[in-house]
């Protein structure tokens, strides 16, 4: 099976910071994976690489087996690539509807906003199409990036802590979208909460000081004994 995203040897360096050191892991078609690891550990920095934000300083990126190194970022949506950021990144003078509609075009993907706006209704959104984003709560700031990546019809999906700031309520109800959406999209899902992770995800990558430390299923990772030491710790585990 070829996977759908490949990272090989993938450095970055920032002056004399090594956000990246030397990775290689890949991510399966259809597959939920999650990137783990603590505070600073290069999780975001493999998501600026994979999406054309930063070109590595050194290794390959490739999408479906192409060599996708160095490309821009709009290019790379319109290849099937789209993130979430931590800080959502939305237009302020743009509604909820517009944000979504913006998003499927400049995607190259117009058929996509109708359904963007069905998954906004599956997830509360439905009555604040006509909001702008200084309207809307934390929790549904953060619902409105997930469906705005989903609108540019991205075939690898990639979540930088989208449930940070929701309730439990509302981490359930995402997590129900996003599998939904599993069976046709390939998600890569960054998430500090271990019981999160533990359920969305059937396969993990642990990065710990830029360095991949480990990679497994969940049960794997949870009794992975460089994983507890260098990042879960005996408390949150036995909570996972
Ligand atoms: N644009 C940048 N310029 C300089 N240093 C950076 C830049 N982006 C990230 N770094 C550094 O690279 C390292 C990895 O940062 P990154 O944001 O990828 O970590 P992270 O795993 O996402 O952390 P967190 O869980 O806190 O979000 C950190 O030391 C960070 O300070
Ligand atoms: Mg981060």
């Known amino acids: 099976m070829i996977p759908i995203l490949r990272l090989q040897h993938v450095t970055q360096r920032f002056g004399g910071v090594v956000a990246l050191d030397d990775v290689s892991f890949d991510v399966l078609p259809g597959q939920i994976t999650g990137l783990i690891g603590p505070n600073g550990s290069g999780k975001t920095t493999a998501f600026a690489v994979v999406s054309g934000f ?4 050194e290794g390959r990126v490739f999408f479906e087996g192409r060599d996708i190194t160095g490309v821009q970022p709009h290019e790379m949506t319109r290849l099937g690539i789209a993130r979430t950021f931590q800080t959502p990144q939305l237009f ?3 509604t909820v509807r517009e944000t979504l509609e913006v998003a499927a075009s400049a995607a190259g993907n117009e058929k996509g906003f109708e359904g963007a706006l069905r998954t906004a209704s599956d997830i ?6 006509e909001h702008l984003p200084g309207e809307l709560t934390t929790a549904d700031t953060r619902l409105l990036e997930i469906v705005k990546v989903f609108a540019t019809g991205a075939r690898l999906v990639l979540l930088d802590e989208v449930f940070a700031g929701l309730s439990s309520t509302e981490i359930d109800r995402t997590a129900q979208v996003i599998r939904r959406y599993a069976s046709e999209k390939s998600f890569v899902v960054i998430e500090h909460r271990m019981r999160a992770v533990m359920a969305l995800c059937e396969y993990i990558h642990v990065l710990v000081y830029g360095r991949l430390a480990a990679s497994g299923e969940p049960q794997e990772i949870t009794s992975n004994p460089e994983v507890i030491a260098a990042y879960l710790g005996a408390e949150e585990l036995a909570h996972a």
């Open 92 to 94: 302020t003078s743009l």
């Open 54 to 57: 930063l070109r590595p300083t």
């Open 124 to 129: 509360g959104l439905g009555s604040k199409l």
